[in-house]
C-alpha cells in the first residue's frame, strides 16, 4: 500500500505526459492517490483525458479550467463534489507568459499586459484554487505549486516569468500562514529546467538545460520522475511539519556559486 493510498489529488495542469505535472500525476497514482485533472482548452482535452485513464481515472474526473475565469475553477470543484466528498491534494502546475515577452532585454520586452497577464495566470491562479476549493480541502490537506530559481536570481530571457514566480513564492508563505491554522499545508518545488511544452516557448533554452547541467554537482538535468516523488512526499502525511517551503529539486545547482573545472 501507498504513502498516499486514501488520498484525493486535483491535478491542475497537465499538458502532455512530457509535463511535470504528468511526473507528479505518475508519482501519487503510484503511492495509491485517487486522481482528478483538469484541461485548458478542447485542444488538450483528448491528451488529459487519454493520461487520467491511464491512472485509473475517467473522463468524468476531467474538468475544463481556464485559470483566468473563476466561474471555470468553481465549475472544477463544483463539479468534484457530484464525486468526491473531499479533496485532499490540490498540485498547481500552471505559468504562462507572452512568448515575445519571454526574448531580449526585461526592460525592453516587458508591457504592462503581459506583466499582468504573468502573474494572473502564474501566481495568482493558486490563491484562485486555493479559495474555490477551499471547503472540499480536507484537514490534513496539501496544496503544491511549482517554482524556478529565476525568482531569486536573473535568467537570461525569463524575464517577466521570473517576477511572477516570485509573486507566487510569496503566495506559498501567505497561503501556509492563513490556511495553516485549519490543518492544511502549502509548499512549492523548484524544479531545475526540463524540456517540457512550457519551456519551449524560452528562447535558447536547451543553453539554460547545459548551463544547469554543467553547474549541477551531479552534473546531470532532473526528470519529471524526480520531481514528482518530491512532490508525493510533500503531499503526504511523512511531511505533516513542512510548509510555507520551496524545496528545490535541480540535482543542487542553486548551491553552487560558480562551477569548478574537473581536474
Not at 543553453?207 to 549541477?216: P, R, T, V
Request: proline share 2%; with cysteine; hydrophobic share 40%.
Amino acid at each position: 500500500m501507498g504513502f498516499l493510498a486514501g488520498k484525493r489529488a486535483l491535478i491542475v495542469g497537465v499538458a502532455s505526459n512530457k509535463s511535470i505535472a504528468y511526473g507528479i500525476a505518475e508519482a501519487m497514482h503510484r503511492e495509491g492517490a485517487e486522481l482528478a485533472f483538469t484541461y485548458q482548452n478542447d485542444k488538450l482535452k483528448s491528451r488529459v483525458v487519454k493520461a487520467a485513464e491511464g491512472f485509473g481515472s475517467s473522463e468524468a474526473l476531467c474538468f475544463p479550467c481556464d485559470v483566468t475565469s473563476d466561474d471555470e475553477i468553481q465549475g472544477v470543484f463544483d463539479g468534484l463534489k457530484q464525486h468526491w466528498d473531499g479533496v485532499d491534494i490540490i498540485v498547481h502546475a500552471v505559468g504562462f507568459a507572452p512568448g515575445d515577452e519571454l526574448d531580449g532585454n526585461f526592460v525592453d520586452v516587458t508591457s504592462r499586459d503581459g506583466f499582468r497577464m504573468a502573474h494572473e495566470i502564474s501566481s495568482y491562479s493558486f490563491v484562485a484554487l486555493a479559495k474555490a476549493g477551499h471547503d472540499m480541502l480536507r484537514s490534513g490537506g496539501s496544496l503544491l505549486t511549482l517554482t524556478y530559481h529565476a525568482s531569486q536570481q536573473t535568467v537570461p530571457n525569463y524575464n517577466v516569468m521570473g517576477l511572477a514566480k516570485a509573486s507566487l513564492e510569496a503566495s506559498v508563505r501567505y497561503m501556509a500562514s492563513s490556511l495553516g491554522p485549519e490543518g492544511i499545508r502549502v509548499n512549492g518545488i523548484s524544479a531545475g529546467p526540463i524540456r517540457t511544452l512550457a519551456a519551449s516557448g524560452i528562447k535558447k533554452f536547451r543553453s539554460m538545460l547545459d548551463a544547469n547541467a554543467a553547474k549541477s554537482p551531479l552534473k546531470r538535468n532532473i526528470t519529471i520522475a524526480e520531481v514528482g516523488n518530491t512532490a508525493a512526499f510533500l503531499a503526504s502525511d511523512l511531511a505533516s511539519g513542512i510548509t510555507g517551503e520551496i524545496t528545490y529539486v535541480d540535482g543542487g545547482a542553486r548551491t553552487v556559486a560558480m562551477a569548478f573545472d574537473e581536474e
